[in-house]
């Protein structure tokens, strides 16, 4: 018999702010977290802005030693699995767990990007002699995961996902799976990303995934709207406590939300574009919701994965119809990446935490900067305003390069 899941804690770094208050309530607000890339010198670059993280303090969750030999990455990794075990009330009770039977999954798209190009820069111009004799534990993709286990002796199943924009979702769905299958009775799940680096932007600059609005950069992530243009780069952290309901339970836990469904796919199609009909979305979101026994009526709210390209955009939205039918003019089909940018594979993570937060709170947030209406992608978004309403029943979903298809979906606690 499958084990219930409960959310019972979240941690979050992001654009719109450096803690889940900050940026629930940013985005509740309808704030852009894009602006002027300030991390380094863009002058050269055809893409010069970015959705940064803003006034980071890798004080608050590491020691001096720490700080220079994590890429900042992990810092944010680290940062929001704190939050998230704090939030928990974790850090109270670990005489009462197992030790282990408690895991760590934090994914990344990039890993320690900015630390390869500094490392490669001072190799290149310096010498071998010059790299860092920490490049390699810096660089690699499962540090994250790694340094988190070790600061609370988390001794069970202990991994990283990489499945580029998908890679948090799955991180998250793994994490659930492993409890539901009693495996593990408590899992720091999420995902983190620090690619706002010369290298990086380039790069999707120059395939024309990012959009170009270098003048107005608060507009330039517009999900479903007419003149969308490609997504905005973000960065930062989100890391969620899933736990078995009845040891959260037995530890007098509060509960976000309980997690019931997974469903993940692949488009076998292409590289970098979707699928057009959204068969691989299609079939991801309806796994997810045969795994949780819902209904399609019963789900209010989709945080989509909507990143402001224009076919993209067109594929989910045509796939949510299949999928939904009539209940589709009657649910919300959001973007917070008009916000937040896109954190590539840390994005599955934060929108998780985004549903969680809507179904506890009786909030969704908007999709801003919708502007001109686009006939394709004609759902209801809460365009502008954020929307009051009980949420029974939300689903997440991401998407990512190589055609990963990942669908979460998470219920109103009773």
């Known amino acids: ?85 704090t939030d928990a009330c974790l850090e109270k009770s670990w005489s009462q767990v197992d030790l282990r039977r408690v895991g760590v999954i934090i994914g990344t798209g990039t890993g320690g990007i900015a630390t390869f190009e500094e490392n490669m820069r001072a190799y290149l111009e310096k010498g071998p002699g010059r790299v860092s004799p920490f490049f390699v534990p810096m660089f690699m993709a499962n540090v994250a995961s790694a340094v988190v286990s070790m600061r609370y002796g988390a001794k069970g199943p202990n991994y990283c996902t990489v499945s580029a924009c998908a890679t948090s979702g799955h991180s998250v769905g793994d994490a659930f799976r492993l409890i539901q299958h009693n495996e593990a009775d408590v899992m720091i799940a999420g995902g983190s990303e620090a690619a706002i680096t010369p290298l990086a932007i380039a790069s999707f600059a120059n395939m024309k995934a990012l959009s170009e609005r270098n003048d107005d950069p608060a507009t330039a992530s517009r999900p479903f709207d007419k003149d969308r243009d490609g997504f905005v780069m973000g960065d930062g952290a989100g890391a969620v406590i899933l736990e078995d309901w009845d040891h959260a339970k037995r530890r007098g836990a509060k509960v976000y939300a309980e997690m019931v469904g997974y469903g993940m796919t692949a488009d076998a199609y292409h590289i970098t574009a979707p699928s057009p009909d959204g068969e691989g979305a299609q079939r991801a979101m309806r796994l997810a919701m045969d795994d949780g026994g819902i209904h399609p009526e019963q789900v209010e709210y989709i945080n989509a994965h909507g990143t402001s ?81 009980r949420v029974d029943v939300a689903l997440s979903n991401s998407f990512g390069f190589g055609g990963h298809n990942v669908t979460l979906a998470v219920r109103r606690a009773p």
Not at 337 to 363: D, I, Q, R, Y
Request: glycine fraction near 10%.
């Open 1 to 85: 018999m499958k084990r219930r899941v409960a959310v019972t804690g979240i941690g979050l770094v992001t654009p719109l702010g450096n803690t889940v208050a900050a940026t629930w309530d940013a985005m509740v607000a309808g704030r852009s977290g894009a602006g002027p890339i300030t991390r380094f010198d863009p002058s050269q670059l055809t893409v010069r802005f970015a959705c940064e993280v803003k006034g980071f303090e890798p004080g608050l969750y590491l020691d001096k030693k720490e700080i220079r030999r994590y890429d900042l990455f992990a810092q944010f990794a680290m940062a929001a699995a704190v939050q998230a075990v």
């Open 309 to 389: 390209t224009p076919h993209g955009d067109a594929a989910e939205t045509a796939a949510v119809k299949s999928v939904f039918g009539d209940q589709a003019r009657k649910l919300v089909f959001g973007s917070t990446k008009s916000m937040t940018g896109h954190l590539l594979g840390a994005a599955g993570a934060l929108e998780f935490a985004v549903c969680a937060l809507a179904v506890h709170h009786g909030v969704i947030p908007p999709t801003i900067n919708q502007i001109t209406p686009d006939p394709a992608c004609d759902l209801d978004a809460a365009p502008n305003k954020a929307v009051k309403r």
